[in-house]
């Protein structure tokens, strides 16, 4: 039989010296403050001292707390919304207060914080990730730095190459977002990967000419034994769990007036969002099993973690947040090891989720959003793209999710598709200026340039993630240029300052940082002194007039919209470091005469071609996609009236001379002779990028 006298008390060993049998009735010797004995009831002195009676009331203040919890007692809903309230109405007198009981990192003040303020801890404190970085070793191919910044995390993907023999200048420039310049990118699948055992799609990947970028590394401090996992991706879908911290008005600050009236209709605002609600109810019994195996990922044990949600999935098979918890391990797992194979499988097990009965519409969204996203990097746009379409089925209303789905469209070259999209989220939503940076650039690509420009313009000016891109920035500048409007230069200045362009001069957005400088260059500057091309000016001369009268169908014409007017045409011979098929048949000794010059015909960002232009052409002013290589024009066929800008300084051609220019700079050209212009130009590595750089870089 129990002992009731004892019911209810602590355990053996959370008494306090003495405590215990002061609780069951028992006395003992206390010394008093006078330092004389008194015995419990022995000469009418009291029975206990005061230090006996507050342990007393401490134990029982203990217990009490701990029954209110336990029994749910307090309403804790009620807690946080008198607490919200209470920070809404004296923001600016409690910032910083209610901030100190954020237990959970999460950034506001929710239930567990609330539970905080009664004295009882619940989870554990966040494990801070850092930023995510390269993890790649240090190389100069990471120095790498394209000029601009890419938006929101879920705008991935990576832009394709021009297919054919013409320049990338303009195509390279296209307004298809970015990879993550956080993510540490392992290789993806190659293009003709088309299935893989873990994902069966149709067609699943169009992904012809994936251009990959370099970036630079973000250094992380790496504690022991713990991963830190780069991938933004991941970390934005956890953020998804735990919204935002508000923007807290400084102590010192004194707003302007009627600031203080906004900023309390923005956290009313921000408090009607509520928490995404991952866990369905059969999850809320097995949340100590799920937190323990989440707790293990957070900490980086990420193969511990993997095999904790793998046995949770096999005990629990109808579980959805032990399926993502998988999935997200094994996403944590394939950035850890750079496996393609193991990201496979996260793609798999994130679909296997959404397929789940029960799931959480919050879980749905962050499974299928994250699988994506994932579907991108592997180079899966297609997967991608079905992946969207189903969740703006499921979230109709979605404008974030239906501008993701643009985007999908973009990365498999679908103007069309993108701009009905675009075009049906600006109906609902006018103002998105994601939304209208992207239209805006889909019109200018349809040539539709005065359209363009207020699209463009209001989406930079909006300020919205997504927007702040060195793209949208070149193109509303080109736009205003082409329309002789000369505030394109307060653009380019804008986007200079945003760090996108090294100057409003260069706008190149593929870059390497440190190299000179300049517009016009000698000979002797970039000590390409034995390329010989003056000396054999003649020789590449009559091959080139020969191919021009018995196979003109070899100069292609320029299809990059860079012309105003006129006809120029193109005949390629090298293009990314590559030959360009049965070219040289028709120039053979031109051909002999390049493949002794590796810096030209081993520049993979660059071409070597013959250039006609007729009477009366004008190309528009441009620049080229990076700073790596620098232009040689030889001059074959120069009549009177055709001359080329580059910054603001013009210079004109000589037969048998070579002008040399970094064409990442602006530069402009006019055709006004009476007869066509022929000149051969050569791309050459920059001289200041050391050999492991050109063997590295990639090709453009």
Not at 628 to 636: E, F, P, Y
Request: aromatic share 8%.
């Amino acid at each position: 039989m129990t002992d009731t006298s004892t019911a209810g008390a602590p355990p053996e060993n959370l008494w306090p010296d003495g405590a215990k049998d002061i609780f069951e009735g028992k006395t003992s010797p206390v010394d008093n403050k006078n330092g004389k004995t008194t015995e419990g009831g022995a000469r009418g002195g009291p029975k206990y001292s005061m230090f006996t009676w507050i342990v007393v009331v401490a134990l029982l203040g203990v217990w009490s707390s701990m029954a209110v919890v336990y029994f749910n007692i307090v309403d804790y809903d009620s807690v946080i919304a008198r607490a919200q309230e209470f920070r809404m109405n004296f923001s600016h007198v409690l910032q910083g207060k209610l901030a100190a009981y954020d237990t959970d990192g999460d950034g506001d003040f929710d239930v567990d914080d609330a539970k905080a303020l009664l004295g009882l801890r619940v989870g554990w404190a966040p494990e801070g990730r850092g930023s995510p970085g390269e993890t790649t070793e240090p190389n100069q191919q990471a120095a790498e730095k394209p000029n601009h910044r890419p938006g929101h995390a879920s705008r991935s993907g990576t832009p394709a190459s021009v297919p054919g023999s013409q320049d990338v200048e303009s195509e390279i420039q296209a307004a298809v977002p970015l990879p993550l310049p956080v993510e540490d990118h392992f290789i993806p699948d190659d293009p003709g990967d088309s299935q893989h055992p873990y994902e069966e799609e149709a067609n699943a990947i169009d992904t012809t000419g994936v251009l990959v970028e370099e970036l630079k590394p973000d250094h992380n401090v790496v504690e022991p034994d713990r991963y830190l996992t780069s991938s933004k991706l991941t970390q934005e879908a956890e953020a998804e769990e735990q919204p935002e911290p508000e923007n807290k008005v400084k102590p010192t600050e004194i707003p302007p007036d009627g600031a203080a009236e906004k900023r309390v209709e923005e956290q009313k605002e921000k408090v009607k969002k509520k928490k995404p609600k991952f866990l369905n109810k059969f999850d809320v019994t097995i949340k100590a099993e799920l937190d323990a195996a989440e707790k293990l990922r957070k900490k980086g044990k990420l193969e511990e973690a993997l095999k904790a949600f793998e046995s949770l999935v096999q005990q629990f098979p109808q579980s959805p947040r032990a399926r993502y918890g998988k999935a997200q391990a094994e996403d944590d797992v394939a950035e850890k090891q750079r496996s393609n194979d193991m990201l496979h499988r996260a793609v798999s097990t994130y679909g296997e989720v959404a397929e789940l009965p029960d799931v959480t519409f919050d879980l749905l969204r962050a499974a299928l959003k994250r699988r994506a996203e994932r579907q991108q990097f592997l180079g899966r746009m297609r997967g991608s793209l079905a992946t969207l379409q189903k969740l703006v089925q499921i979230f109709p209303d979605d404008v974030s999710l239906r501008n993701d789905l643009g985007v999908a469209h973009l990365l498999l070259g679908d103007n069309k598709g993108a701009k009905k999209v675009y075009e049906e989220v600006l109906a609902v939503a006018p103002d998105n200026g994601f939304a209208k940076v992207h239209y805006g650039f889909i019109l200018k690509a349809e040539n539709q340039i005065a359209e363009s420009i207020p699209y463009l313009r209001e989406g930079l000016e909006s300020g919205e993630p997504g927007t702040d891109d060195g793209r949208f920035y070149f193109h509303l500048g080109d736009a205003l240029q082409r329309v002789g409007d000369d505030s394109a230069y307060h653009w380019y200045e804008r986007g200079h300052k945003q760090g996108h362009f090294a100057s409003v001069w260069q706008r190149s957005l593929y870059n390497v940082d440190g190299l000179k400088a300049q517009p016009w260059w000698t000979p002797k500057e970039t000590g390409y002194i034995d390329l010989m091309l003056e000396k054999n000016w003649k020789t590449i001369r009559d091959e080139a007039l020969a191919v021009m009268d018995q196979d003109r169908g070899r100069f292609i014409p320029e299809e990059e919209n860079l012309r105003e007017k006129g006809d120029w045409g193109q005949y390629t011979l090298w293009q990314q470091g590559r030959k360009a098929g049965g070219a040289c048949q028709g120039v053979p000794k031109t051909c002999s005469l390049m493949e002794r010059f590796p810096e030209a015909i081993g520049c993979k960002r660059g071409q070597i071609k013959f250039s006609v232009m007729q009477p009366g052409t004008h190309v528009w002013p441009h620049t080229g996609p990076t700073n790596c290589r620098l232009r040689m024009h030889l001059g074959l066929v120069v009549p009177p009236g055709c001359r080329i800008r580059c910054t603001n300084q013009t210079r004109e051609w000589n037969e048998g001379k070579v002008l040399i220019f970094d064409d990442s700079f602006e530069h402009e050209v006019w055709q006004e002779a009476d007869r066509y212009r022929l000149i051969f130009i050569v791309d050459v590595w920059h001289p200041e990028l050391t050999q492991y750089q050109r063997q590295t870089l990639s090709p453009i």
